[in-house]
């Protein structure tokens, strides 16, 4: 990720040489539990989108049942005013705008439940080579629940980001082979409610299943620096949908919409 050294934060120095940050504390708690309790109530009101053709809706197999079962909305702020407050709380931002020494935009906005069982992501990096997906982009991780080992917390591996795409820059998504990081520089990304963690596109990651009896319920925001575009919000769920589209279509997958 490139940013205006000159310009950072303290904070900026070292997550430009780490490719991650933990923010402790950052995020008042009574904005946090109104979200928490909100992320249920979304369930609640919107479960007839929950579809397995509404691009909206994402899924993960039970890795004890074998069962595909609901996993996150993506997006989530227009249908969360509690949850679109956070993505623009001021703490937040300003937090951000000293990791990349200008404003931050906010590009990409999810709500997942990793409910008991969800298998957990593989080993891969944020970023997608797209023309409007900016190198600039970073992931933010807001916990509505403790985020620990045994409900699948999410592992960075620090470092591995300056070599930039670390897979074929064709435009589409690839897991990265277990291989091409050093186990020993896992981080667990262990957070409580309030914290905020904060990684870059280019920073590979992994989660392992939720082995317990409860959801580990997470906002998962997206941003990018401001003179990267601006606001590309709209653009990138744009491209994004094209693609998953496209993606479902080559399986077979028809009917499909967004809701």
Not at 38 to 56: F, G, I, K, P, T
Not at 212 to 224: H, I, K
Request: charged content about 25%; glycine content about 8%.
């Amino acid at each position: 990720m490139t940013v205006a050294t000159e310009r950072v934060s303290p904070a900026g120095a070292d997550f430009v040489r780490d490719g991650y940050m933990v923010f402790r504390g950052l995020l008042d708690l009574d904005a946090v539990h109104v979200a928490a309790r909100d992320a249920e109530l979304v369930l609640e009101r919107y479960q007839h989108l929950v579809s397995v053709r509404n691009l909206r809706c994402r899924w993960s197999d039970n890795v004890f049942t074998g069962e595909c079962q609901f996993d996150a909305f993506d997006p989530i702020i227009d249908l969360s005013p509690p949850c679109r407050q956070l993505a623009g709380n001021p703490r937040l931002l300003t937090a951000l705008s000293g990791l990349y020494g200008e404003p931050a935009c906010l590009f990409k906005d999810k709500l997942i439940f990793k409910q008991p069982g969800a298998k957990g992501y593989k080993l891969h990096q944020d970023w997608i080579a797209w023309e409007r997906f900016p190198r600039s982009f970073l992931s933010v991780l807001v916990p509505l629940d403790p985020a620990v080992r045994e409900n699948g917390c999410t592992i960075v591996y620090p470092g591995y980001h300056h070599n930039g795409p670390l897979t074929p820059a064709d435009g589409d998504y690839h897991e990265l082979p277990p291989e091409t990081v050093d186990e020993a520089m896992a981080v667990p990304l262990e957070l409580e409610l309030g914290d905020v963690a904060v990684f870059g596109g280019f920073t590979p990651h992994r989660s392992d299943p939720n082995t317990t009896d409860r959801p580990r319920r997470q906002l998962y925001f997206s941003y990018t620096r401001q003179s990267d575009g601006g606001d590309l919000r709209s653009l990138h769920y744009d491209d994004f949908r094209k693609w998953l589209t496209e993606k479902y279509t080559k399986y077979g997958k028809t009917g499909l919409y967004f809701e």
